[in-house]
């Protein structure tokens, strides 16, 4: 009996040195520093290295490829993460810090992932250019421009390549980002004429 008594005890003992944290995922992904993503139905969340749930599941993660095409879940660059939320039909983008905050609030009209502390985003500027006095209201003009953010959403660098939006264009998916990275605080700007411009800021 003492044998029974002492199997069952130290049987207990041997399973609670085991917990569940994490239950019914349907996707892992590797680490990426401290944190890795996991996905469960249509949502993405984050867990830690204890494998606890640091940023609950969430569906507003961007999920694009990475350079080698293999990467298809969210991912931090530089401790931020791309979202996007739907306002008024159209998609906005933002980033998300390590702790779920939503650290630059999504504004922009299309976003890439941070490289090397900074980021290329789209904004749209609606400028008034007169006064239609037959049909009475103001003459507005909206055109896409394109800037360099830090992590904390500062515009570092205007990139001058301003070009007319579209609405119909523009409704169902993203402007296209013409500019990119080729080197740290370098940067490739396309014009309008198809030549490209290097800007270093």
Not at 15 to 20: E, I, K, T
Not at 111 to 131: P, R
Request: aromatic fraction near 12%.
């Amino acid at each position: 009996m003492r044998n029974i008594v002492i199997f069952i005890v130290g049987l207990s003992l041997g399973f609670s040195g085991f917990s569940q944290v994490a239950s019914e995922i349907d996707v892992v992904t590797p680490f990426q520093g401290e944190l890795a993503a996991v996905k469960k139905g249509n949502s993405w969340g984050f867990i830690n290295k204890s494998g606890l749930i640091v940023i609950d599941y969430r569906n507003d993660f961007v999920i694009r490829t990475n350079s080698d095409q293999r990467a298809k879940y969210p991912v931090f660059k530089d401790e931020r993460c791309l979202i996007r939320k739907m306002i008024n039909g159209k998609y906005y983008y933002g980033y998300l810090n390590k702790k779920g905050e939503e650290i630059i609030p999504s504004k922009f009209l299309n976003a890439t992932k941070f490289q090397n502390g900074f980021a290329i985003v789209v904004t749209l500027l609606t400028d008034s250019i007169g006064f239609n006095k037959v049909l009475e209201k103001n003459v507005t003009t909206k055109i896409l421009e394109e800037y360099v953010i830090d992590t904390l959403g500062n515009k570092m660098r205007y990139l001058e390549n301003p070009i007319r939006y579209s609405e119909k264009q523009h409704k169902l998916k993203p402007p296209k980002i013409r500019s990119k990275f080729i080197a740290p605080r370098l940067i490739a700007v396309l014009k309008k004429n198809g030549k490209w411009d290097i800007y270093k800021f």
